[in-house]
């Protein structure tokens, strides 16, 4: 296995045991690893899209490697960065609703020269369910919020970083780890209702962790040894645990097979990828597998009316039938941009890659459709789509809001 698939976004990850910049190091010397992105070649548009703003949340995700993602509620976007700011946006026109920042000099950044930073590096969501907006940090630390105010309303402290979406529902606050544990926390006051430990996080793995899903009594996720994993919400006890990938492979770095990827719950089906493992159908009332094909992913799918979209890892983008995972198209246009998880906006998918581009590709056929640059730098989470509007973020912050307006020629 090439080492481009390491250097991607960077995702590499190392745990206790393999700790310090050694590893991290080691590979990034080899730069001359990485597959360059394939040459975009010039096509026609079929379809208009224009911005509708653009605006910056502080330095972004900063050197963390961690995907944020907007996200959106009751006419708002609500952003992070891991510089310690937090705030909402009118989601019609980009302006600042309101904006907390916060900087006590208590962190530590974790890299060379190790300067202060900000006690709240927000790396962890933002997740909003009606006035109840929740956010993790870098430095252990999860934050119950007043979604209308910024306002603080209790914290809690959980045993390392956040860096994936909490998941609200039913009256409480999931919350996942690096380190394997998922804590569940009353969402009124923010004291532990119970913890749950995976108790057997592999020594290297893939940076990040999928976002928790949490709907119908259960919390669902992928793990970093290849299982999607629901847990009872009331409890945490394991309701079932299904593995997606048989990690095979001969070194440690052939069989990385994390299962970090965004899970889909369409009704009762739970649609799963893993990095050198399979897409997979799973029933989620029982935890039986409906079907699966193989397919190595590191971002997930996303799910249309009667297709599944998805990013392998070389940045192929296929079309899978719903109905068995069966091929209906591929697109290898923008192969080596190490593109996000499909997002669906209408009759189009939509991803952005390491270059700044925005690309909406036809679900017909997977044929490009449009294209717009959001910046120079990398887009690593799923678009945010709300209607004919996408939301878009990158790395250093830049955030643009996008609406297709209509095909070209009308």
């Known amino acids: 296995m090439k080492l481009r698939h390491l250097l991607l976004l960077p995702l590499l990850v190392a745990t206790v045991a393999l700790s310090g910049c050694g590893l991290w190091n080691k590979i990034f010397k080899h730069g001359e690893n990485v597959q360059p992105p394939k040459p975009l070649a010039e096509f026609t548009p079929s379809v208009q899209v224009e911005e509708l703003w653009s605006t910056r949340i502080g330095d972004g995700s900063g050197r963390s490697g961690i995907r944020l993602q907007p996200m959106f509620a009751d006419g708002k976007l609500y952003l992070i960065s891991t510089d310690g700011k937090i705030e909402a946006l009118d989601a019609a026109t980009g302006k600042e609703v309101w904006e907390q920042s916060t900087r006590t000099g208590s962190g530590i950044w974790p890299f060379k020269h190790k300067k202060p930073g900000p006690d709240a590096r927000y790396a962890g969501g933002p997740t909003v369910l009606g006035n109840l907006l929740v956010v993790g940090t870098l430095d252990g630390h999860v934050y119950g919020m007043d979604a209308a105010s910024g306002k603080q309303l209790w914290s ?11 998941a609200i529902d039913a009256g409480m606050v999931f919350v996942r780890t690096n380190s394997g544990y998922v804590y569940a926390f009353d969402a009124n006051s923010g004291e ?20 928790l899903l949490a709907a119908h009594g259960v919390v669902m996720f992928g793990s970093d040894d290849g299982n999607v994993v629901s847990l009872r919400s009331d409890t945490g006890a394991i309701q079932w645990k299904v593995p997606i990938t048989k990690g095979l492979g ?21 649609y799963a990828t893993a990095y050198h493992g399979e897409l997979t159908a799973i029933d989620a009332t029982q935890g039986q597998i409906a079907w699966s094909r193989p397919f190595s992913s590191y971002v997930g799918v996303g799910v249309a009316d009667k297709q599944l979209v998805g990013v392998d890892d070389d940045s192929l983008v296929w079309a899978f039938s719903r109905d068995g995972g069966g091929d209906l198209w591929k697109q290898d246009a923008l192969q080596y941009h190490w593109l996000t998880a499909p997002a669906i906006q209408g009759q189009y998918a939509v991803v952005g890659g390491v270059e700044g581009y925005v690309h909406w590709l036809d679900l017909s056929d997977g044929k490009l459709a449009a ?11 799923r678009p945010v789509v709300n209607g004919d509007t996408v939301y878009v973020e990158d790395v250093k912050g830049h955030v643009a809001a996008y609406r297709i307006s209509g095909s070209v020629g009308q």
């Open 192 to 211: 532990r209702k119970w913890l749950y430990d995976q108790a057997n996080v592999p020594l290297l793995s893939l940076r990040g962790n999928g976002p």
């Open 156 to 166: 809690a402290t959980v045993d390392a970083e956040v860096v994936s979406s909490p």
């Open 250 to 270: 001969r070194t440690d770095i052939q069989k990385l097979n994390d299962a970090d990827d965004a899970l889909q719950l369409d009704g009762s089906i739970l």
């Open 371 to 381: 294209r717009m640059r959001l910046s120079k730098d990398a887009i690593r989470a």
